[in-house]
């Protein structure tokens, strides 16, 4: 049987990272959020086969604005995805066994300083056939379930009002057949439902379609159809080719070492492009390239959280490369496999070794910097106590005698009442200042200088980043101008949240006064003399 990704005019190869080398079909959808509805079911005995059919609403998050800011103003960044698979038999790659070398061929042969070499080799190599070398067979075994083979429809947004009220039917029936699908698994309701599926998908306005493979090892084949080309231009089907990517991994792979959001250490590969006997080897290279080099790049910050992070992608990369780096498949025949022997790997031994290194050495200086920190903190409480204790002295011995107006701003502009407002409710500038101290100590201690959790990407950072390198290419500026702007913003932002804290502090303070005395009137009536302090 011939492969149904050879010769495509568009097709495409990726993996999806696994450690196991053994991807459980039967898990695809699950645990993915209540915007996920799938359904993996099982063929009656005797047969083993699996239909898998999954929806989800996905969003693309590739703007700067918030996802609900997206979801409000750009309807189109919404889309509908359904997957439809049939498990298949196929053989993978188990081992690389050596065979006795092939007899001597009597064609083409040369005589060069006493050594006989064979010219007509199929890698093109000069190599003497009087070293004997043993031949490289790759060993298969069967799979029963080795490949889920099916197809991928994008439901794009639809602006027409009837149009919408179509997707809308399309997208009730399908979700409605997925749902009963395990309650009603004859063999012919399996068999009738991929086509039931695309029916219903047929009806929308521009739907599209790309065609999968995805085998146990990860390794993920999607092309499109002549007919499913229809309507779309290069740019918009290399677009949906990724699209529908992202989107089998996210069904697939479970996210542990980065972040969901920006899955982006497995690039889908173009093969229409390259030569015919170059596309086996041109996407594994290209696909084991990218784990290392985002392993470097992470080893390379020095965070422990990224160290972390490193350490668990090195496992992917290792991974990959013990399961399908050594292997590709043959030219005349996809289902069959050689030796890869044009391409080396990285030593990952090694690397590992250093990472464990550089996580030794990060734990060490987060300890030391835990306890400077500590003990800071543990000064400035001890030098606030003391202080304390030391005006309620001074207190004690003078006059109980109300200080004239203006004494107190030590600020200039601050209301003169936000002192005598403080002191009233000494606890809440207290926690201001706990809070205020908490969140600075969080930063410098958190693993990933930003939250507890993994390193996710920041919005307001990625804006303030833009602006600065639009600047800086615009007027030409140095990294060490862009480093030092970056750190400026940053530390007036920081400036202008306490400078805005400590200015609403008394309009709180006061609104707070009010409602716990049940005088709401009051409330406004502070707001209003606030306002009229600060002369507007």
Not at 46 to 72: E, G, I, N
Not at 194 to 212: H, K, S, T, V
Not at 217 to 235: C, K
Not at 414 to 435: G, I, K, M, Q, S
Request: with cysteine; glycine share 6%; aromatic share 8%.
């Amino acid at each position: 049987m011939e492969a149904p990704w050879s010769g495509k005019r568009l097709g495409y190869a990726g993996w999806v990272p696994n450690v196991h080398s053994h991807l459980s079909f039967s898990l695809i959808g699950h645990s993915r959020g209540a915007d996920v509805l799938a359904a993996t079911v099982a063929y009656p005995q005797p047969a083993l086969k699996r239909l898998v059919a999954v929806h989800q609403s996905r969003q693309t998050d590739d703007f700067l604005a918030y996802a609900w800011w997206t979801r409000w103003r750009r309807k189109a960044a919404r889309q509908d995805f359904v997957m439809i698979g049939v498990t298949h038999e196929v053989a993978a790659p188990v081992g690389i066994a050596q065979r006795p070398p092939s007899p001597p061929r009597p064609v083409g042969l040369r005589h060069a300083a006493g050594r006989v070499y064979d010219v007509l080799r199929p890698d093109h190599r000069k190599v003497s056939e009087q070293e004997d070398r043993p031949r490289l067979v790759v060993e298969t075994a069967p799979d029963a379930q080795g490949m889920l083979l099916g197809s991928i429809h994008v439901m794009p947004h639809q602006r027409e009002e009837a149009n919408a009220a179509v997707q809308k039917d399309v997208l009730r029936r399908l979700r409605e057949a997925i749902r009963i699908l395990p309650y009603e698994a004859t063999t012919s309701a399996l068999d009738d439902f991929p086509d039931q599926a695309a029916g219903l998908a047929a009806r929308l306005n521009r739907p599209a379609r790309i065609e999968f493979a995805l085998f146990r090892t990860g390794e993920a084949r999607l092309w499109f159809d002549e007919e499913a080309t229809t309507g779309f231009d290069a740019d918009q089907l290399e677009v949906l080719a990724r699209q529908s990517y992202f989107f089998l991994k996210d069904m697939v792979h479970h996210h542990v070492h980065h972040d969901a959001k920006s899955d982006q250490i497995t690039p889908l590969v173009p093969l229409s492009s390259r030569p015919l006997d170059d596309r086996e080897e041109h996407w594994r290279r290209a696909t084991a390239w990218s784990l290392t080099r985002i392993v470097d790049a992470l080893a390379r910050r020095g965070n422990l959280q990224d160290l972390r992070e490193a350490t668990g992608i090195l496992a992917y990369a290792d991974a990959f490369q013990s399961t399908l780096l050594k292997y590709r498949r043959r030219v005349d025949d996809p289902w069959a496999f050689e030796a890869n022997a044009l391409t080396y790997g990285y030593d990952y031994k090694h690397v590992r070794e250093s990472l464990k290194v550089q996580l030794d050495q990060a734990s060490a200086r987060r300890a030391n910097l835990g306890q400077v920190v500590v003990a800071g903190l543990a000064g400035c409480i001890a030098a606030t106590s003391l202080l304390a204790s030391t005006i309620s002295a001074h207190n004690a011995l003078v006059r109980n005698e109300v200080k004239p107006s203006g004494l107190v701003a030590i600020i200039p502009g601050l209301p003169d009442e936000w002192l005598t407002v403080a002191a009233r409710w000494y606890l809440l500038p207290a926690l201001l200042c706990a809070c205020f101290l908490i969140i600075v100590s969080w930063q410098v201690l958190a693993e990933d200088r930003i939250g507890a959790k993994r390193v996710r990407p920041r919005r307001e950072e990625q804006a303030i980043r833009g602006v600065v390198n639009s600047l800086a290419l615009r007027f030409r500026w140095s990294a060490r101008t862009v480093q030092r702007t970056l750190r400026c913003v940053y530390a007036g932002a920081v400036i202008g949240c306490v400078a805005a804290t400590i200015w609403l502090a008394p309009v709180v303070l006061a609104a707070a006064d009010a409602v716990l005395a049940f005088n709401p009137g009051a409330s406004l009536g502070a707001l209003i003399a606030w306002i009229e302090t600060l002369g507007c």
